[in-house]
């Protein structure tokens, strides 16, 4: 994730970062804005076809649909931050539930080898949670928790978290009372990395996102026909310009809708992971 000032306006209109969607697009927009050439030359030199031409008039159809169109847009990328949104309020609750967990277990216990393994335990779930999105098994050096990668790695080890808790139960460390407060903490685990779940595997429907792409597609092929005898050759970088913005639209939805990878405007786990294993640590020692 790019951490960044908003009120640094000139910094960003004149500099390009890896996020810029125009990295991306720049081939593309080349491409329009020949086709937006080719299509000028060939009706007002090869063709040339009178200005008051049925074939001019299909700038009244843009002008019906670019209302709904905008619609569309706002829609999908208010869909997509949405999911990114609901992703970042996630793992604040990992965060916090990590955090609580800690808090509970460091006045309940005081065995050093109890300390060490959920000292070791809570913040090893955020990175699991994390490789796990990422569809990522990343090994670790220790000897507390038995983990098959072959299985789901995060539920292992919220498994034997839930073990460790229940046994100081059986041992009469941790009474009923007390094993009812840490509950809620527990079960949140679980709770969150199903959410997270929900919001990678089910992305947005295939058929939305497909008509999306035709209509940009399709409305931008047909602006140089609408443009060719009111704009002239300036029709050329106007089409270009809103390719890029409308398409930058949909790149921008594409790379949100599912925040847990390694994009560049996606959220910063790592540093989530890290902060969470900090504070605990801070907790317990």
Not at 5 to 29: S, V, Y
Not at 244 to 263: H, M, Q, R
């Amino acid at each position: 994730m790019i951490n960044y000032n908003p009120k640094e306006w000139f910094r960003f209109i004149f500099t390009f970062h890896r996020a810029d969607t125009l990295r991306e697009l720049f081939p593309l927009i080349i491409a329009v804005a020949a086709y937006a050439a080719a299509i000028e030359f060939l009706l007002t030199n090869l063709l040339k076809i009178a200005p008051d031409n049925t074939l001019t008039k299909i700038t009244y159809v843009h002008q019906t649909i670019g209302f709904l169109f905008s619609l569309l847009l706002a829609f999908r990328i208010n869909s997509a931050y949405d999911r990114w949104w609901e992703g970042r309020k996630l793992w604040g609750s990992l965060t916090n539930n990590s955090r609580n967990l800690a808090i509970k277990l460091r006045h309940l216990i005081d065995r050093p080898a109890d300390v060490a393994f959920f000292n070791f335990a809570i913040p090893l779930y955020a990175r699991s949670l994390m490789h796990h999105l990422r569809d990522k098994y990343h090994p670790e050096q220790q000897d507390m928790i038995n983990i098959n990668p072959n299985k789901h790695v995060p539920n292992q080890i919220a498994s034997a978290i839930i073990e460790r808790v229940y046994k100081l139960n059986k041992e009469g460390i941790i009474n009923q009372e007390q094993l009812l407060s840490l509950n809620p903490e527990l079960t949140s685990f679980t709770d969150i990395c199903g959410a997270c779940e929900r919001i990678k595997k089910t992305p947005i429907p295939f058929s939305y996102s497909v008509f999306i792409k035709k209509f940009i597609f399709t409305y931008i092929m047909t602006l140089p026909f609408a443009w060719a005898y009111t704009l002239g050759y300036y029709t050329v970088p106007f089409v270009a310009f809103i390719l890029f913005v409308f398409a930058s639209i949909e790149l921008i939805a594409e790379e949100i809708e599912n925040p847990f990878g390694l994009d560049a405007n996606d959220l910063p786990l790592q540093n989530i992971s890290d902060n969470i294993s900090q504070h605990v640590g801070e907790i317990f020692y």
